[in-house]
């Protein structure tokens, strides 16, 4: 039996997306910046995934621009937002992603801003009255706090983070990479200036993603050498990415609640299993609490266990495909710095376990039973 529970990582793609696709593989292969019929009928597939984009997120299609995917998206909202509004100090959390970690850390290292990190509680859960203080000190700031974290599935609000933002003349950018098409998003909101999406986090292909700049907060492009994207990255778009993406979040958003209840259940029996079969299970984060963290995204922990890898390869063994992560203390070793920041118990092994609307109980059952297996071995 193959079971896959890395969807966080990466979905399948679903074969509508692929119907969808395919003429712009096979048939349509003209450059959407040419003038000629070819072109032009290329052009209209990417106008077209542009409208159905915007719509679904209820935003203007000229506040829509399409990416190589959610790190490319980002870097330019990072760095072009800190060069264009003359921004001194950042904002984030050591929870989030490299893309926005790494990505900060550079533009630190180089002398152009100074970064501060928001404090979390032990369950990775922002301090709103610290980012308060925090923005207070720092007027004018740029906020980079994530909608859900891939790690540990919490939910930031999102509007509350915005509003203060707001009360503080900081620009308010959110990584929504896993929450696009998961979660309720209010785009409405004008202290919200940028988000980001990936499409393979929703059943799309891999290598397109989208942001989303708010129309009082465009950006200079951080990609130069073409006039693609409106001006905005330059680069040849990747046609059937993007109009794979637009056709994803369709399906995503318009069978979301029907799936959001299927992920929900299955999340809930997998804690059931774990607790039925493996005494101690501990749970990461707020990923147990489905009101407040992703459907989809589970992290546990596992007493008892000295080497994580080997339960990672022995479960691969068994055709089950999930992820891992230390929060490593040792510094012999590069773990994961969502665990690590918050903490979680030592002499644990640690499986992040991320559902899709493809799986099954049966696979929940399986994966259980060979994850004991593997543990009394």
Do not use: W
């Amino acid at each position: 039996m193959k079971v896959y529970l890395d969807n966080a990582a990466t979905t399948p793609l679903d074969e509508r997306v692929f119907e969808a696709m395919k003429p712009y593989f096979l048939e349509y292969h003209g450059n959407p910046s040419s003038i000629h019929t070819f072109g032009r009928t290329v052009r209209s597939g990417v106008e077209k995934a542009r409208k159905q984009v915007a719509d679904f997120l209820q935003v203007a299609p000229s506040e829509i621009f399409f990416t190589s995917g959610g790190t490319e998206a980002d870097n330019t909202v990072i760095n072009s937002a800190i060069a264009q509004y003359g921004i001194q100090h950042a904002i984030t959390s050591k929870i989030e992603h490299h893309a926005v970690l790494h990505t900060l850390e550079y533009l630190e290292k180089a002398g152009k801003i100074h970064v501060h990190f928001v404090d979390l509680d032990p369950q990775g859960q922002v301090d709103y009255s610290h980012l308060e203080k925090l923005l207070k000190i720092h007027e004018n700031a740029f906020v980079s706090l994530m909608h859900a974290n891939n790690e540990i599935g919490n939910i930031t609000d999102i509007d509350m983070v915005a509003e203060l933002c707001g009360q503080h003349k900081a620009y308010y950018h959110s990584d929504t990479v896993q929450s696009l098409g998961h979660a309720a998003i209010d785009l409405s909101n004008p202290n919200i200036h940028s988000i980001v999406g990936s499409a393979h986090k929703f059943h799309g292909p891999k290598g397109v993603g989208l942001m989303y700049l708010r129309a009082d907060k465009q950006l200079a492009p951080f990609l130069h050498g073409g006039g693609q994207e409106r001006n905005m990255r330059g680069g040849t778009e990747n046609v059937p990415g993007i109009v794979g993406l637009a056709k994803a979040l369709e399906l995503t958003i318009s069978e979301q609640e029907t799936n959001q209840q299927k992920l929900l259940e299955l999340k809930q029996y997998t804690i059931q299993k774990l607790k039925e079969n493996i005494e101690g299970v501990a749970f990461n984060g707020l990923s147990v609490d489905t009101g407040r963290s992703l459907h989809k995204v589970l992290s546990i922990g596992l007493p008892g266990v000295e080497d994580n890898d080997m339960v990672l390869f022995n479960l691969d063994i068994n055709g089950i495909a999930v992820s891992g992560g230390s929060a490593c203390s040792s510094g012999t070793s590069i773990g994961s710095h969502v665990l690590e920041a918050i903490q979680t118990k030592e002499n644990m092994g640690l499986l992040r376990i991320s559902f899709s609307r493809f799986n099954a109980k049966d696979e929940i059952d399986y994966f259980v039973e060979k994850l004991s297996l593997t543990l009394k071995s």
